[in-house]
């Protein structure tokens, strides 16, 4: 707790004169709270029972009826007074709660772009969205429905005490009886609320994590007409979220009715023995009325004590799903080489490389391949060998398991990842456009890009003329007013960007896989075109493709099962000839894909 107390003050440090104002205000409320009564008190006493005021010397010789004037007018001044101060004090602590919220939804998102590939292919994204937008709420409610009313609490009682004691110690000592028994309940209870609160809150993400799932894949749903079984498992997770839900309100319901209980036996005991008080003339009617009145306060900030301290226990577990995130280490630590500004030399080489996703199942093996700045290398293999995998290397998705990358003779951890980056263009799989205009998704990787060197990018793709033929061409917005795109559309925006960024090396990840073969063919020769004289990496599945590249590499289980020019591979009669015989060969003749 004193960890996460450290990040939450971590987090009012930028705001810390909002935070010390609030404070002001605070002590001010306290003492109207505390002076609230007094006016009765003295109606009671000194205009209706002629006892003089003590701190008012000749109070006694007033006109009555004046006093009762003046203190009724006290008594509304005070009312107005607090209700001005609480305003302003809303008012602070509200800007001050959203901005620490808005301040740490920032540093999340900015931390979860940073955090690597290998870290999101861990996490739902629906948890992840729930503890951004839902979860980044906690610091609020610490804040503003825990630390200050608790602050303001501590005022008040200490404000009501100072008042109390002079007037009658004992009755004091009586009302303060139950404090210890209120402290205990408070903990009790915390430490159940807290795990039903976990149980909540895993199952709110549950809920928010299948429905983002079920968004996302809803053409498939309807495809396999999976849409009553996708209910039921809404359905159960919902069901699931509802009865933990129950469980909390039914445990916070307890947690108020039996401290209500308590303090009203308190206020029971106070009442009985303050009467008694006054049948033997120790205390007057008036300070009684005081008492009981403070009594009734008095209650009120231990209750809120401990209804806070509620609440703070349930943000508790949402604040900390928000600094789990934070601590979450960046499991790719950035180098400090740049590359020179002509970029990379673009010489590749893996030495030894082993990679896993998970501990149990090596993806890579043993890889060993140089690659020289200019060569176009093809890879195939069957669907999982890992050819995404070794070519995601390169951009430092994932740092090899064993063994290491370099770029340029460089360990590619001894760059600064954006340095590294900058000199990869890719066409990753599956193919994705944005929700922006065609032109900025075009030139996503190069934003300086000139109109006319997005549409050259749009014209070596071969997607110049879709584009044209969109309702505000390169300004249609994607996804809006017609401009959708098909799987081949969307492939050639992709090529176009990666054209366009134009880096000395260049992944290509089935780029063609969903165009028909004339396509592919024009696409390829824009590729071509501007692929001379950068390393190059295609994964394809059409010998078309592979064919033209200066060397290829048959990838089975990981390991580089063959490598060699398309002769070299043909004549040794291997796997790739096999591969040839049996996939390439009629696709070649027919010219349809594969
Ligand atoms: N994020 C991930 N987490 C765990 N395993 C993964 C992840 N990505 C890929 N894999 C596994 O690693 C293996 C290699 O995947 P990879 O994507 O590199 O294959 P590929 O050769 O590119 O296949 P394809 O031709 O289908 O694209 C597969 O068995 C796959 O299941
Ligand atoms: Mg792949």
């Known amino acids: 707790m004193s960890g996460l107390g450290g990040k939450i003050l971590g987090c009012i440090r930028p705001y810390r004169w909002r935070f010390v104002g609030a404070l002001a205000q605070i002590f001010l409320i306290s003492v109207f709270a505390v002076l609230e009564p007094w006016p009765l008190r003295l109606v009671i006493d000194t205009v209706l029972g002629g006892k003089p005021v003590d701190f008012l010397p000749g109070s006694e010789t007033w006109p009555k009826l004046w006093l009762a004037a003046a203190l009724c007018a006290a008594l509304v001044l005070i009312v107005l007074g607090s209700g001005a101060l609480n305003l302003v004090y809303n008012w602070l602590a509200i800007g001050l709660g959203q901005r620490m919220v808005n301040d740490l939804r920032a540093r999340l998102y900015a931390h979860l772009q940073r955090l690597s590939l290998a870290f999101h292919s861990r996490q739902k994204v629906g948890d992840l969205m729930m503890r951004i937008t839902a979860d980044s709420f906690a610091v609020q409610t610490m804040v503003m429905n825990g630390l200050l009313p608790i602050l303001q609490s501590i005022v008040m009682l200490a404000g009501m005490l100072l008042v109390m004691i002079p007037i009658d110690p004992l009755l004091t000592a009586v009302s303060l009886t139950v404090v210890p028994l209120l402290i205990g309940l408070i903990f009790v209870f915390n430490r159940k609320i807290d795990t039903v609160a976990t149980t909540a809150r895993d199952t709110d993400s549950q809920v928010y994590s299948l429905v983002h799932w079920g968004m996302t894949s809803i053409k498939h749903v309807q495809a396999f007409t999976k849409e009553d079984e996708e209910h039921r498992r809404f359905m159960a997770a919902s069901g699931a979220a509802l009865h933990a839900h129950r469980l909390l309100y039914f445990w916070q319901g307890a947690y108020s009715g039996v401290i209500n209980g308590v303090v009203a036996a308190g206020s029971a005991l106070v009442i009985f023995v303050g009467a008694r008080d006054v049948l033997n003339g120790t205390l007057s009617v008036g300070e009684l009325v005081l008492f009981t009145t403070y009594l009734a306060r008095l209650y009120v900030p231990v209750n809120q004590i401990t209804q806070s301290w509620g609440l703070i226990a349930g943000a508790r577990i949402g604040a900390a799903r928000c600094f789990e995130i934070l601590e979450t280490e960046p499991d790719l630590p950035d180098g400090t080489l740049d590359f020179p500004p002509e970029g990379a030399k673009g010489r590749i080489e893996w030495q030894g490389v082993g990679f896993r996703y998970r501990a149990d199942t090596p993806v890579l093996r043993g890889i060993g391949l140089a690659v020289e700045p200019g060569q176009t290398v093809a890879l195939v293999g069957a669907t999982g060998a890992g050819k995404s995998t070794l070519l995601g290397l390169i951009a430092r998705f994932f740092d090899p398991t064993e063994g290491r990358v370099l770029v340029d003779g460089v360990d590619i951890r001894q760059y600064r990842i954006k340095s590294l980056r900058r000199q990869v263009s890719?066409?990753?799989?599956?193919?994705?456009?944005?929700?922006?205009?065609?032109?900025?998704?075009?030139?996503?990787?190069?934003?300086?890009?000139?109109?006319?060197?997005?549409?050259?990018?749009?014209?070596?793709?071969?997607?110049?003329?879709?584009?044209?033929?969109?309702?505000?061409?390169?300004?249609?917005?994607?996804?809006?007013?017609?401009?959708?795109?098909?799987?081949?559309?969307?492939?050639?925006?992709?090529?176009?960007?990666?054209?366009?960024?134009?880096?000395?090396?260049?992944?290509?990840?089935?780029?063609?896989?969903?165009?028909?073969?004339?396509?592919?063919?024009?696409?390829?020769?824009?590729?071509?075109?501007?692929?001379?004289?950068?390393?190059?990496?295609?994964?394809?599945?059409?010998?078309?493709?592979?064919?033209?590249?200066?060397?290829?590499?048959?990838?089975?289980?990981?390991?580089?099962?063959?490598?060699?020019?398309?002769?070299?591979?043909?004549?040794?009669?291997?796997?790739?000839?096999?591969?040839?015989?049996?996939?390439?060969?009629?696709?070649?003749?027919?010219?349809?894909?594969?």
Do not use: W
């Open 426 to 594: 890719m066409v990753l799989q599956p193919p994705l456009v944005f929700p922006l205009s065609v032109a900025d998704n075009i030139a996503y990787g190069r934003p300086d890009a000139t109109r006319e060197q997005i549409r050259e990018a749009a014209r070596l793709a071969r997607i110049d003329r879709m584009i044209e033929g969109l309702p505000q061409g390169y300004d249609s917005l994607v996804g809006e007013a017609g401009a959708t795109f098909s799987e081949g559309e969307k492939q050639r925006l992709t090529i176009a960007r990666a054209l366009l960024r134009d880096s000395p090396i260049l992944v290509l990840d089935e780029p063609t896989s969903a165009l028909d073969a004339e396509t592919e063919a024009l696409v390829m020769q824009g590729i071509d075109r501007l692929t001379r004289g950068k390393t190059t990496f295609i994964i394809a599945h059409r010998l078309s493709t592979v064919r033209r590249a200066d060397r290829i590499l048959v990838l089975k289980d990981g390991i580089i099962a063959e490598s060699g020019s398309f002769s070299d591979l043909m004549r040794c009669n291997g796997l790739f000839a096999t591969l040839y015989n049996t996939q390439f060969a009629p696709a070649e003749e027919t010219q349809i894909g594969v």
